[in-house]
């Protein structure tokens, strides 16, 4: 994640006006000082009757705890009343409710006065449902059944159900079995731009297709609140409430269930580096000279490539809530584990004390309630060189960026670090492109040597080998979306721009592959079906053997025949030049040509440029994949996930699409 992915709205200071709560109603009243009931700390605590819930915010500043707080919701007709005024337990203000309706759902705010006068409202910092002005939007009309925005409220609201439902899990999610941390292959994506309903429903549709091409892991990116309702999601500001632009609660658990009935784990993007101005710590005691009185979050970040609000993880409260909310998404979401990004900036208000912090939210967060869990972190920084190795050691995992060495070799230009050796290892994830870097297949026919250029049957004859020689290695590897057919739009490239490609916002919409006729092209459906092969064989036939260590790996900067062999099990070659053949001889052995019917294989093979071969030594027969042309790929989903159905249209000589009542043109834009 980088400085320049604001969310646009994020960037805009809070531009709704609310009417201040009333402080002379509750003049002159004095907290009662009341130690808190047992087990309660910041949060939110429901009775087991479904009637009653203890609420407890911690309000003070580095050296002063608040004057007084006061309950301001539903229960107040959002007015001040002495009869909501919140015990006092230190720096911590916290009441208990009863009579309360089971099942039926509660607005409220923290009115907070602080030591010196100035007063706040404030959400809660535990929030696992909030209600923002911009729910009028996209929230609104995945869950038209979401309570109105308040008057009287400012900022975010939380609400609260006592007695709420338990989702009852099916017996896929409550026996997953994890695959082994060391053989995962991940596919990243952005729920927003995977699917035309930018919602969880469109996601939904999508399982089949991400279940053919044999992953068995799925990363989202983040997914926690944050700002506005267009975001990569790295903008975050509570951590226990799921975006409701993508869709409600019941529609993410059942997305995760899905996932596990068909072998899938399911991992989040988690970004506790830092928060927006809407977090309600933030919001407390907000950037500029009240930030250094705030003792939740650091003045000055104490590492590199910090943006927004810094958090101290050093502070008690915030360690406390970052460790409950891991094992909240584990527990009450049943995900699988977490890529946290910028991990080097888990600091406290010192330098060099993320590992400390990582290993302390693995022991009491992931190892104490979920062993098996997966936590992969961005590690970056100054010092990723001795800390890396800590990390993995201890058990977790790091992101590895090998992105420059296959754009070299997806480019053909087998010079300059192309070689793929740090691609090989456990305890990394390993990857092609991400979402932070630039697309294969654009470089390619951007600056693609020889012919690759103008030849596009070359260049997306390339896809399946990078492919293969990423998620044949040794370790954990990574896809990111639409990797596996060719996806040829820059990263920066936007829909609204003429071709697509005239943007620094890396967030833009990108131009949609049903329209643009990516899964009807035989060169994009042939590397689809080359990648899910190779996938699959490592997932799903021949798994215990991609666990163990490569015996011989020929990747190496410049070489044009590059080779994996898996013991007796596995022999996978490939000619990465853009000229040349290249002749490789089998290893010595019985071997059968996977991606060609299992047929016997024998003697010395000659590779056309681009070929990728991969030999077992056993007759494993590939999956086909014959439904991925005839499925429908060329209809939209829209936000209630109805399909519409796509025409080709010719207007003054130029080919056009309809759908429903607009038409765009090729690069995906809306023309009328």
Not at 121 to 130: F, G, M, P, R, T
Not at 291 to 303: I, K, Q
Not at 527 to 537: N, P, S, W
Not at 636 to 645: M, R
Request: glycine share 8%; aromatic share 12%; net charge negative.
């Amino acid at each position: 994640m980088r400085k320049l992915f604001f969310s646009l709205i994020g960037l805009c200071v809070l531009c709704w006006s609310a009417q201040a709560a009333n402080w002379n109603t509750v003049a002159g009243l004095t907290p009662t000082e009341k130690a808190r009931p047992a087990g309660v700390s910041n949060g939110i605590y429901y009775g087991a009757d479904g009637t009653s819930v203890t609420l407890c915010t911690y309000a003070a500043s580095k050296t002063q705890s608040a004057k007084r707080v006061f309950l301001l919701g539903d229960m107040t007709n959002w007015q001040l009343s002495g009869d909501y005024q919140l015990y006092k337990d230190g720096n911590y203000f916290w009441i208990t409710l009863t009579g309360l309706t089971p099942g039926q759902e509660y607005r409220f705010q923290y009115a907070v006065e602080r030591a010196d006068g100035v007063k706040k409202q404030i959400s809660d910092l535990y929030s696992e449902k909030v209600l923002h002005p911009d729910d009028q939007y996209e929230p609104k009309k995945v869950d038209p059944d979401l309570l109105d925005y308040p008057s009287g409220a400012d900022g975010y609201v939380t609400v609260i159900q006592p007695g709420k439902p338990k989702y009852q899990w099916s017996e896929a999610t409550l026996n997953f079995q994890r695959p082994n941390k060391n053989n995962l292959v991940i596919y990243e994506l952005w729920i927003y731009d995977y699917t035309e309903g930018r919602s969880l429903k469109g996601l939904m549709k999508r399982l089949d297709y991400i279940q053919n091409l044999g992953v068995n892991a799925v990363e989202l990116m983040p997914i926690c609140e944050f700002d506005g309702n267009y975001n990569w999601g790295y903008s975050p500001n509570h951590y226990f409430a799921p975006d409701k632009a993508y869709g409600t609660e019941t529609m993410y658990k059942e997305f995760i269930d899905e996932c596990h009935k068909r072998g899938i784990a399911v991992i989040l993007d988690m970004v506790f580096n830092h928060a927006t101005g809407l977090n309600p710590m933030n919001k407390l005691y907000p950037y500029g000279t009240d930030l250094a009185n705030n003792p939740w979050f650091n003045v000055e970040a104490p590492h590199s490539d910090n943006v927004y609000e810094d958090w101290n993880h050093g502070f008690a409260p915030a360690r406390e809530m970052f460790t409950r909310a891991l094992k909240y998404w584990l527990t009450e979401y049943k995900v699988d584990g977490f890529r946290l990004d910028l991990s080097h900036g888990l600091c406290s208000d010192q330098p060099n004390t993320s590992v400390a912090n990582l290993k302390y939210y693995y022991d009491n967060a992931i190892k104490a309630v979920s062993p098996t869990a997966y936590m992969i972190l961005e590690h970056w920084g100054g010092n990723m060189g001795t800390e890396r190795p800590q990390l993995v050691s201890y058990g977790m995992q790091c992101w590895n960026n090998t992105s420059n060495a296959y754009c070299q070799t997806a480019m053909g230009w087998l010079k300059e670090g192309d070689g793929f050796g740090d691609a090989n290892k456990d305890g990394y994830v390993a990857y092609c492109e991400s979402h932070d870097e630039e697309r294969m297949q654009y470089k390619c026919k951007a600056y693609g040597a020889g012919d690759l250029q103008s030849n596009t049957s070359a260049r997306l004859g390339r896809v399946a080998e990078n492919v293969a020689f990423n998620v044949l290695l040794n370790g954990s590897h990574m896809l990111w979306m639409w990797e596996e057919i060719g996806y040829d739009f820059s990263i920066n490239s936007d829909i609204d721009h003429p071709n697509g490609n005239n943007s620094s916002y890396r967030c833009n919409k990108k131009p949609r592959p049903e329209i643009r006729g990516y899964f009807t092209n035989a060169d994009r459906v042939a590397a689809f079906t080359k990648c899910a092969q190779v996938i699959t064989l490592r997932t799903q036939l021949m798994p215990s053997v991609f666990e163990g260590n490569p015996t011989s790996v020929t990747v190496g900067t410049g070489a044009k025949l590059r080779k994996i062999q898996w013991g007796s099990n596995v022999f996978v070659a490939a000619n990465f030049d853009v000229s040349s053949n290249q002749a490789v001889t089998l290893p010595s052995g019985t071997w059968y040509d996977y991606l060609n019917g299992a047929s016997r294989a024998t003697g010395t093979y000659t590779l056309a440029p681009g070929e990728l071969k991969v030999f077992t030594g056993s007759p494993v027969v590939a999956p086909t994949f014959e439904d991925i042309q005839k499925r429908d790929h060329t209809g939209i989903e829209n936000v209630q996930g109805d399909k519409v159905q796509s025409t080709k249209i010719l207007i003054d000589g130029q080919i056009y699409i309809l759908r429903g009542d607009k038409i765009y043109d090729l690069n995906g834009r809306v023309v009328r």
